[in-house]
């Protein structure tokens, strides 16, 4: 039996799930795109912690998040976290050699330790791990452990660890010759009896391609559902995760990535903006960052002035959202065409609050730089949103 490799997409309406998302987690989980979502660490938690964590972890379908956070009969395929390329697997290298193998870089370390800890600040705690004896893998689950360890001590002692050599490096020295024993685990997990949450198994890419045909990035992790034949239903992420030389050589040398990034960068900048967060924004605007329209005038505004902007607008009109509607990205530069909905509640372009719900079309092209919008030209069509309050 293989594993089928499309996911599950579940018949249901994005508002009741986004409903139950905040009754699940609250507000620190959102909606960045129609199947895509992303969880911040809880303010409750971060209130109590003496280091912040700013990544978010993202996961997708978004339709599938009751699943995610309440089953506990998932399965959590998980390749190890960021890696450092610079030293590569000695041949014949014996699994537990870490002197002389690929190891998890600084930076890896702290992202799978930031993972940790927005997954327990999420609920999402496994009952058990099972880990390859690699020495990147056992590397990753420690990171993990210490990062749901800065949320609560008991939680990182409460969960059972199986280091196992039926997960090691596939076809490598003392590794499995083949993927029936990571399947077989999959297959018999319905949960633990005693202990909530999935079944974590930490794995190495080639194991999980081969048993998935999925190719995940370093510290990604595939959700897959053992009482549908293994279907993998998502996957959970880091927002920071990136491709590796080592496995994803030919998306790093395609435009195409270059072209995702910035689609995410905007896409983020749009949660924000809609989160009314104003820090998040700032990261993403260059520090030299300048906009046009927005009756700006023709030396343009500046951060400052944008969020000045920003909540001029929101005064008059309350639940103001920008819906996108679609994303063009050529080169360096991004148009994001949508509309402005909310509801006029306060004085807008003159005009007295006449309690009326409004939308509007809109207009944004960002220019990307270094990672951060460097420029935007923004404009709006006041005509329709003049015939729309009386003006």
Not at 266 to 293: F, T
């Amino acid at each position: 039996m293989t594993l089928r490799t499309t996911f599950l997409a579940l018949a249901c309406a994005a508002l009741p799930i986004a409903a139950a998302a905040q009754e699940i987690t609250g507000p620190n989980v959102s909606q960045i795109r129609t199947h895509m979502g992303e969880m911040a660490v809880s303010v409750r938690v971060a209130e109590g912690m003496d280091r912040e964590v700013t990544d978010r972890l993202r996961f997708e379908p978004y339709q599938q998040l009751i699943d995610i956070f309440t089953r506990g009969d998932l399965v959590f395929l998980m390749r190890h976290g960021p890696t450092d390329w610079s030293k590569l697997d000695e041949p014949n290298v014996a699994p537990t050699d870490c002197a002389n193998q690929r190891v998890m870089s600084p930076e890896g370390r702290a992202n799978m330790r930031d993972m940790g800890t927005l997954l327990a600040s999420n609920d999402i705690v496994p009952a058990r791990i099972v880990v390859s004896e690699w020495c990147r893998n056992q590397q990753t689950v420690d990171s993990l452990l210490r990062g749901m360890a800065d949320v609560e001590p008991a939680i990182a002692e409460a969960i059972p660890v199986e280091t196992t050599s039926d997960l090691n490096l596939l076809l490598s020295l003392q590794g499995s010759p083949d993927v029936s024993p990571l399947e077989a685990r999959i297959s018999a997990w319905e949960g633990d009896p005693e202990r909530d949450g999935p079944l974590l198994i930490v794995s190495h890419y080639t194991s999980i391609e081969e048993l998935t045909q999925f190719r995940v990035f370093e510290g990604e992790v595939l959700i897959l559902d053992p009482k549908r034949d293994n279907l993998v239903l998502g996957y959970l992420r880091l927002r920071s995760a990136a491709p590796d030389v080592g496995h994803f050589a030919d998306a790093l040398a395609s435009p195409l990535l270059s072209e995702r990034q910035a689609f995410d960068m905007v896409e983020r900048y749009y949660a924000a903006l809609n989160a009314e967060d104003e820090a998040q924004m700032s990261d993403m605007l260059a520090e030299d960052w300048i906009g046009y329209g927005l009756a700006a005038g023709p030396d343009g505004i500046d951060a400052g002035q944008l969020f000045n902007v920003i909540d001029s607008n929101r005064a008059g009109m309350s639940d103001m959202a920008y819906v996108v509607d679609d994303v063009h990205v050529s080169g360096d530069v991004v148009t994001v065409i949508g509309q402005v909905t909310g509801t006029h509640t306060g004085e807008l372009l003159g005009i007295p609050a006449t309690g009326r719900e409004v939308a509007f079309k809109s207009i944004a092209v960002h220019r990307v730089e270094n990672g951060q919008i460097a420029e935007s030209w923004i404009t709006s069509d006041r005509l329709e949103l003049l015939e729309q309050i009386g003006g």
